[in-house]
T-cell receptor
């Protein structure tokens, strides 16, 4: 069966450290993978997209890697801040206007 | 970017009733999407709504339960019919964003939080 698993439901990290979130998938052949941020009571907000032929993407303090052999994406937030506290969702795109979402990891950055 | 609003933002409904959720976009878009996010679950696509044609429903979702309207390029409604407590969820609409002709991402509305008693 198809599955998208994000490493943990919740992750606590000390301010200033690097947060690493994991997204693993099975039985998908994604054309691209996206990461979203979702705050309580709000819809998801797009952060980064990485395509199947790309290994790494960066945007400010964010870095995403995509390993289609391992069927895994890693999402890093460097120099984490309390304002980074939110739920982070990975989503697989199969090129058919359809996104398949993981259940999310709730990140808490402790001051 | 697209700005998306939804009404209502939340509601509490009785079993057996129906609720219509509205989604308004500040620009014309071809495709609009309706998702459900149940507590502790991932976002699940309910259907894709194109203006001028019937909505396309995903496996497990049917038109009788979730009728959708798409009267123009900036507006859509999703109705949750004959509700039961299992329909308690957040309902989100979204639209595609394009860059250089390619679908890059989706913009989401703030969601409608529904509780069915």
């Amino acid at each position: 069966s198809q599955k998208i698993e994000q490493n943990s439901e919740a992750l606590n990290i000390q301010e200033g450290k690097t947060a690493t979130l994991t997204c693993n998938y099975t039985n998908y052949s994604p054309a691209y993978l996206q990461w979203y941020r979702q705050d309580p009571g709000r819809g998801p907000v797009f952060l980064l997209l990485i395509r199947e032929n790309e290994k790494e993407k960066r945007k400010e303090r964010l870095k995403v890697t995509f390993d289609t052999t391992l069927k895994q994406s890693l999402f890093h937030i460097t120099a984490s801040q309390p304002a980074d506290s939110a739920t982070y969702l990975c989503a697989l795109g199969t090129g058919a206007n359809n996104l398949f979402f993981g259940t999310g990891t709730r990140l808490t950055v402790i001051p | 970017s697209a700005v998306i609003s939804q009404k209502p933002s939340r509601d509490i409904c009785q079993r057996g009733t129906s609720l219509t959720i509205q989604c308004q976009v500040d620009s014309q878009v071809t495709m609009m999407f309706w998702y459900r996010q149940q507590p502790g679950q991932s976002l699940t696509l309910i259907a894709t709504a194109n203006q001028g044609s019937e909505a396309t429903y995903e496996s497990g979702f049917v038109i009788d339960k979730f009728p959708i309207s798409r009267p123009n390029l900036t507006f859509s409604t999703l109705t949750v019919s004959n509700m039961s407590p299992e329909d308690s969820s957040i309902y989100l609409c979204s639209v595609e964003a394009f860059r250089q002709g390619r679908s890059e991402t989706q913009y989401f509305g703030p969601g409608t939080r529904l509780l069915v008693l």
